[in-house]
């Protein structure tokens, strides 16, 4: 069996994995108080991706001290999750725009000016 853990790494591990639920709660939170869809895409997008971010380098830092050698393929995920999420976000958000006009609804002010300005 290996060697045990000092108690530091414990600890930041522990404190990093409890961050993670932290932000997964406060994704949750954003989820439910907010009122529209595109509101409710920031805040659960943003925590998850810190929450896995959180979550990787808990498991960096607990398996390099467990082989005592740098462990370093964790970084993959939120390293797609990087780039993967804004494509997603963005996909989402044209298709919700896309539904909100067919269905004759207001678009955001935002988005109504600057396609009056461009002369589409």
């Known amino acids: 069996m290996s060697a045990p853990l000092s108690v530091w790494v414990e600890i930041l591990v522990a404190i990093l ?8 709660l406060i994704g949750a939170i954003g989820l439910v108080r907010m009122k529209d869809y595109f509101q409710r895409m920031h805040p659960p997008a943003l925590a998850s991706t810190l929450g896995a971010w959180c979550v990787a380098l808990a498991s960096i830092l607990y398996f390099s001290a467990l082989k005592s050698a740098p462990v370093l393929h ?5 390293i797609l999750l990087a780039i993967t999420v804004p494509v997603t976000t963005l996909l989402l958000a044209r298709a919700a725009l896309f539904r909100k006009r067919m269905a004759g609804d207001d678009v955001p002010a935002e988005v109504s000016s600057r396609r009056s300005e461009s002369g589409r």
């Open 17 to 24: 994995l409890v961050l993670s639920s932290l932000f997964a």
């Open 74 to 78: 964790a970084w993959l995920i939120p």
